[in-house]
């Protein structure tokens, strides 16, 4: 199983740049990285995916390096909505037991 | 529905009874995952159902958990003679299983409290 590593907790302003880096040094071929966000009393939501190299979407970037090893979330001018608990995961389709998620990272975003 | 719902939102039982913990995906879904989720704590792999294969029950903590998946669609998780360390939020999620990375999308759990 692709084992993640992330920081426990990160802090931030408002309007500022955040990036959440994850290590995931035994990932496989087939597998695949999403970020999800969780609020209090609510399950993950998706955030974003990708397999290699740099993908954006409207909310996020993820940056993975060619050795795969690792990930960066990457959240543009976070507001205090962006407080939440943030998980990489690491799998692939159809995962099975194989999706499994780490303790995450709490972002605490203040003015 | 438009998203994976889960009932009740909140159980509240006492220690030895038996509960049933509701999920349903989104329609089209062919894969369904069980997860708990522990105050403070990461997501627990508990079970997962694709399609009409044989469900993955590797994360199961222990006999008086079961669950089932009917029609493919709409799945039970029962907890038996329930303890209260069983006390957790447990949370429904549904993929389409895509070739291309799987996406997970959650229901709003159901709060076990088991006194």
């Known amino acids: 199983l692709a084992k993640t590593t992330q920081p426990i907790s990160m802090d931030s302003y408002e309007g500022q740049e955040v990036n959440i880096t994850c290590s995931h040094n035994?990932?496989?071929?087939?597998?695949?990285i999403t970020w999800y966000q969780q609020f209090p009393s609510q399950g993950p939501r998706f955030i974003i995916q990708?397999?290699?190299t740099k993908v954006t979407n409207e909310v996020a970037s993820l940056f993975i390096p060619a050795d795969r090893k690792s990930s960066t979330l990457s959240l543009p001018r976070v507001s205090l909505s962006d407080t939440a608990v943030y998980y990489c995961?690491?799998?692939?389709?159809?995962?099975?037991?194989?999706?499994?998620f780490g303790t995450g990272t709490q972002l605490k975003v203040e003015l | 529905g438009a998203g994976v719902s889960q009932s009740p939102s909140n159980k509240v039982t006492e220690k030895g009874k038996d509960v049933e913990l509701r999920c349903d995906p989104i329609?089209?879904?062919?894969?369904l995952y069980w997860y708990r989720q522990s105050l403070g704590q990461g997501l627990e792999f508990l079970i997962y159902?694709?399609?009409?294969?044989?469900?993955?029950k590797s994360g199961l903590p222990s006999d008086r958990f079961s669950a089932e998946r009917t029609g493919g669609s709409v799945s039970t998780l029962t907890i038996q003679r329930t303890q209260q360390e069983d006390s957790a939020v447990y949370l429904c999620?549904?993929?389409?299983?895509?070739?291309?990375?799987?996406?997970?999308?959650f229901g709003s759990g159901t709060q076990l409290s088991v006194l």
């Open positions: 999620a549904s993929s389409l299983n895509l070739d291309r990375g799987e996406k997970l999308f």
């Open positions: 035994n990932i496989a071929t087939n597998d695949y």
């Open positions: 990708g397999y290699k």
């Open positions: 995961l690491v799998g692939p389709t159809g995962g099975g037991n194989k999706l499994t």
């Open positions: 329609s089209g879904h062919t894969a």
């Open positions: 159902f694709q399609g009409n294969s044989a469900p993955d």
